[in-house]
């Protein structure tokens, strides 16, 4: 075995998103402000800074101005502030009910927050970073946890490169690095890999819900300037969803004659024959959202999971040597749609915390006091007043959850005296396919609804081909064997990105992987029935290239 070059480092942070890249610039400022001098890391398994990152996005920018009350005059790309927010009750695919703003809950409310790419402002908070003095490793993936021998973390290693299909070395073999830290601060994101890993062998998770996802799929189009009206929020409910399935499309009028439209449908969801992709096409047809994108241009696609359990589901926060911060742990607050201000929040608290250990003569093998300056904080509060949100919608439907929330937020404000749990988790919703009615999706018309390979097509997706799969499965039989007659194997629908099929070969049904297609909005490691398929990460670099997403 190849020894792999090791760099040390005071803080190892994992992942170039909000949370991790606001670790990096608070641990920066602080070692400024002290006097000290900082060793930091970021490694980022996308190209570049904000090539992974995928959002909505409607920012509430709280967070960014705790960070830097000066982030205007510093040109954080954070200019289209929110001037309307229309909801919209879809009850058929032809009519709606527009929403009075008096019964829009308060969460939904977007003034003072502002319509932006995320993957632009990672790219400028990892500028502030830089400049900052951090060191910033865009194209690494961190895929293996390294501890020490007292079983606590001390750092990650990168993925090697150059490793062929076959599993041998390639004449452009490269060893991977180990990166050492004191700390080590996880923020890949929703349903880190790592993240995971960590949650499993520390038990994390135990005195917490399951964790409750969502598969979020996005366009950018260019519309006609007539069309356009910048500052508009438009966010529907209803159809093409049932009452029992949670899901709801958004439509974010941006600068330049852009649209960010998109659909998130709740990973709970029962019947095995439901495509999340293909709901989405529909979803654009309905006059609501077709007045806007009709003569326009479709210019970028993605999709990514989203976090939906809220506080229930929080793991622990800390363990030996490192912590887990914003959407690998899971702090999107469902009842806002938003997950950047926490993330930003969280990276901030675990830096200043690190630090304060840092400083330390007797330095702590766990910052615990990471965990309590959240619970300390308005985060905290935040996604308490939000904890029944999700629940509510799981127990009583769509439309009755969607009551039960104007209740809670408008009359009460997050202050009912009881909290509400769904122990079940995702990938146990599912329905047999036998006993769940068949879902004929139109066919994409190329103009407003579009194939997944032509959609993947947008995203830029690239992955070296000659490479071991990251798409594994702990039993290869299992697809056909066990997903195909019980639930029609749903990979084959759930995926957003057409990297799962069942193919005829020699007269037999054989489950094909096409991993070069993977998006990595990881729905195949939340949603399969029987937890078969292993999410890992591939050579650095790979995956997809967001333009602004």
């Known amino acids: 075995m190849t020894e792999r070059e090791s760099m040390e480092f005071d803080v190892v942070i994992v992942g170039g998103g909000p949370a991790g890249l606001a670790a990096a610039c608070k641990l920066m400022q602080q070692a400024e402000k002290n006097g000290t001098e900082l060793n930091i890391v970021v490694v980022e398994k996308g190209a570049e800074i904000g090539a992974h990152i995928l959002s909505g996005n409607v920012f509430e920018p709280r967070g960014l101005a705790e960070l830097y009350p000066d982030w205007k005059e510093r040109g954080a790309p954070v200019t289209s502030e929110v001037l309307r927010d229309d909801i919209h009750y879809l009850t058929s695919d032809k009519k709606s009910i527009k929403v009075p703003g008096l019964f829009v809950p308060k969460p939904m409310h977007n003034k003072g927050n502002y319509i932006i790419s995320l993957g632009k402002l990672c790219q400028w908070l990892g500028e502030q970073a830089e400049a900052a003095g951090a060191n910033i490793f865009p194209g690494f993936a961190a895929s293996e946890i390294l501890y020490d021998d007292q079983g606590r973390v001390r750092g990650v290693a990168t993925s090697d490169m150059g490793i062929g299909k076959d599993g041998q070395q390639k004449d452009a073999y490269q060893p991977g690095y180990e990166l050492l830290g004191k700390y080590t601060v996880f923020a890949e994101g929703c349903r880190g890999s790592l993240g995971e890993q960590l949650i499993q062998k520390f038990d994390l998770r135990a005195a917490a819900d399951p964790q409750h996802y969502g598969i979020g799929i996005k366009e950018i189009w260019e519309i006609e300037p007539s069309m356009h009206q910048e500052g508009l929020v438009v966010h529907t409910m209803g159809w093409p969803m049932n009452n029992r399935t949670e899901g709801g499309g958004f439509l974010y009028h941006a600068a330049n004659n852009q649209v960010f439209l998109g659909f998130i449908v709740a990973l709970n969801y029962k019947n095995p024959h439901l495509s999340p992709f293909a709901e989405f096409q529909r979803w654009k047809h309905h ?263």
């Open 287 to 549: 006059p609501k959202i077709l007045q806007y994108i009709e003569g326009g241009r479709r210019i970028a696609y993605g999709a990514r999971a989203v976090n939906k359990g809220g506080l229930q589901s929080l793991p622990k926060l800390t363990f030996p040597g490192g912590v887990l911060v914003g959407c690998d742990a899971g702090f999107l607050n469902g009842a806002k749609i938003k997950g950047a201000h926490t993330a930003i929040k969280t990276g901030m608290l675990a830096a200043e915390s690190i630090y304060a250990s840092l400083e330390c003569d007797d330095r702590a093998a766990e910052v615990t006091e990471y965990e309590s300056s959240v619970k300390k904080s308005w985060v905290f509060d935040e996604l308490h007043r939000a904890r029944n949100f999700g629940p509510a919608l799981h127990k009583f439907g769509t439309f009755l959850g969607a009551a039960f929330t104007f209740i809670d937020q408008n009359i009460f404000r997050g202050k009912l005296p009881f909290t509400m749990h769904n122990a079940e988790a995702d990938h146990d919703s599912l329905a047999k396919a036998q006993d769940a009615p068949k879902i004929d999706y139109p066919k994409p018309d190329g103009v407003i609804s579009f194939d997944r390979l032509s959609s993947v097509y947008l995203s830029s997706t690239n992955h070296e081909e000659d490479q071991p799969s990251h798409l594994t499965l702990k039993d290869a039989a299992i697809p056909i064997a066990v997903n195909l007659p019980n639930y029609d194997e749903p990979a084959q629908r759930y995926c957003p990105a057409g990297v799962y099929e069942v193919v005829e070969e020699g007269g037999e049904s054989k489950f094909q992987i096409n991993a070069q297609n993977c998006v990595h909005c990881k729905t195949c490691d939340i949603k399969d029935p029987t937890q078969n398929i292993i999410w890992t990460v591939p050579e650095g670099g790979g995956g997809p290239n967001y333009p602004g997403m």
